[in-house]
């Protein structure tokens, strides 16, 4: 058995092949929300076009920008690129040197001078502690209880107990539905006067004589 510090999106592309023993916090939550910044005072539709950056996520920043952060709402297009910096201090130096437009980095980073947030984005599990190989429930129960034991610094303050379904909960995010236009449908049950209203119904009344039959006598013995 091997015991790992991963970031989240890395054990999202894994799932079941790692068991997720406990989540690094960040201002005591299990997640992190992330940021939209660039220099100036801009938009989201004023950045169109624009060079992105995102720290490296392990090859999959488009999507963890355009699918899980902006949940499809932006074209993937919208940004002439989204582009992977090796760390968060380097996505934002690279923005200070005016080398990208904007830049997506984990909430409550410093930012350098004329740096702002543009638009807060939804948060992303904190790093997860995880297992490689078969692990009981003894066994995994204890590394989840020394874990929440851990007092660490700024960087990562401590763990707390996982769900155990945080990779799969993430990996659904990449995954955006089809966008599909309002569909207006007619109410299931219609009254009776919008459905013959329009129309002039009459019976025709057939002449008293048709139900009359002449009739008919034996002949004689």
């Given at each position: ?9 890395y ?28 220099p ?5 539709m ?8 995102c720290?490296d ?24 690129s989204?582009?992977?910096?090796p ?7 690279a ?7 904007a ?18 984005l939804p948060?992303?599990p ?39 379904d ?7 995010r ?32 057939p002449?008293l ?13």
């Amino acid at each position: 058995m091997r015991l790992g510090l991963v970031d989240p999106v890395y054990a999202a592309s894994v799932g079941g092949r790692v068991t997720v023993l406990a989540v690094g916090t960040y201002a005591g939550a299990a997640s992190r929300g992330w940021a939209l910044v660039a220099p100036g005072a801009v938009d989201v539709m004023g950045l169109r076009g624009q060079r992105l950056l995102c720290p490296d996520v392990g090859g999959r920043e488009a999507a963890l920008v355009t699918d899980v952060l902006f949940g499809g709402d932006l074209p993937r297009g919208h940004f002439s690129s989204i582009d992977a910096a090796p760390d968060t201090q380097s996505a934002l130096a690279a923005l200070e040197l005016g080398k990208a437009g904007a830049a997506v980095v984990p909430v409550g980073v410093a930012l350098p001078a004329g740096v702002r947030v543009v638009l807060t984005l939804p948060a992303t599990p904190g790093p997860l502690l995880v297992a490689y190989g078969s692990l009981g429930a003894r066994e995994r129960e204890a590394l989840t209880a020394a874990a929440t034991t851990f007092v660490g610094d700024a960087a990562l303050p401590g763990f707390v107990r996982a769900a155990g379904d945080e990779p799969t909960r993430l990996a659904r995010r990449f995954t955006v539905p089809p966008r599909r236009g309002p569909l207006v449908a007619p109410p299931s049950r219609l009254p009776l006067g919008a459905l013959v209203g329009a129309r002039a119904l009459e019976v025709e009344r057939p002449a008293l004589r048709s139900f009359v039959v002449a009739p008919t006598l034996p002949p004689p013995p």
